[in-house]
């Protein structure tokens, strides 16, 4: 098997970043002693294997880690829009908003930079 360290310095920081959320979502597995984060944690773990080995179908594994942060995003805030947001302002409600839109910003441009990357690896 061989490792490609020549990889463009973008991707490094998408690897660290999915290193720093993989650390993350193992911290949350076991102080919470919830499973239900083991599906994101195997992905994330996932796909920095397959960045770091340059395997074509890691884009679609960052893909889908984009896809799945972003449900589960969408979830949370349907989930206590009903609760919290009813009694707050405007202004509030947006300022609340505002750090899982850059998480979802975060999560896409990722994944643009990967595709992107594995797009310019096929040229000839």
Do not use: Q
């Not at 098997?1 to 949350?28: A, D, H, P, Q, R």
Request: hydrophobic share 55%.
């Amino acid at each position: 098997m061989e490792i490609n360290i020549k990889k463009t310095f973008s991707i490094w920081i998408v690897i660290g970043i999915m290193i720093l959320y993989g650390l993350y979502l193992v911290y949350n597995v076991l102080s919470s002693h919830s499973l239900f984060s083991l599906l994101p944690l195997v992905l994330t773990f996932v796909s920095i294997i397959g960045l770091f080995f340059n395997k074509d179908w890691s884009r679609y594994s960052v893909l889908g880690l984009a896809l799945l942060i972003s449900l589960f995003w969408i979830y949370t805030v349907i989930t206590f829009s009903s609760k919290v947001f009813v009694s707050e302002s405007m202004g509030y409600i947006i300022i609340s908003l505002i750090p899982g839109v850059l998480m979802l910003a975060l999560c896409f441009g990722c994944t643009a930079i990967v595709f992107m990357y594995f797009k310019k690896l096929k040229k000839p």
